[in-house]
């Protein structure tokens, strides 16, 4: 069982930036999917973010593109989010997910359902 810690959350103001890191205890080699997801209370857990560890690629949901940047260092079996131009549609908690995925295509088409591994999550708070 791969397990996951998260850090790097917190307050900020709007327009504001954060990075999130993610530490692995192991990988799937190549065919790791890293995933960044987000919820807030009442709502499905939504995607934000993917990379797949054999081709780099990666994959952002529609409402941070151009905002945030997910990034891995395979070696430190870590991932990042970094997230400028915060608003406060951001604000939730965020979760970072690890899977065997065997293709970048199912990666980038990855739902929260398809990750068994999960970090514990860090709140992100946006204010006015």
């Known amino acids: 069982q791969v397990r996951l810690v998260e850090s790097g959350g917190g307050s900020v103001q709007a327009g504001g930036s954060l990075t999130l890191s993610c530490t692995a205890t192991?990988?799937?080699?190549?065919?790791?999917?890293m995933g960044w997801f987000r919820q807030v209370p009442g709502r499905e857990r939504e995607g934000v973010a993917q990379?797949?560890?054999?081709?780099?690629?990666?994959h952002y949901a529609d409402s941070v593109k151009g905002r945030f940047t997910i990034s891995q260092d395979i070696a430190k079996k870590t991932m990042y989010l970094q997230m400028n131009s915060l608003k406060p549609d951001d604000a939730a908690m965020y979760y970072c997910?690890?899977?065997?995925?065997?293709?970048?295509?199912?990666?980038?088409?990855?739902?929260?359902?398809?990750?068994?591994?999960w970090g514990q999550g860090t709140q992100v708070t946006v204010s006015l």
């Open positions: 997910a690890v899977g065997l995925f065997t293709s970048s295509g199912a990666c980038m088409r990855s739902v929260a359902r398809s990750f068994r591994s």
């Open positions: 192991s990988l799937y080699g190549d065919h790791t999917c």
């Open positions: 990379v797949y560890s054999g081709s780099g690629g990666t």
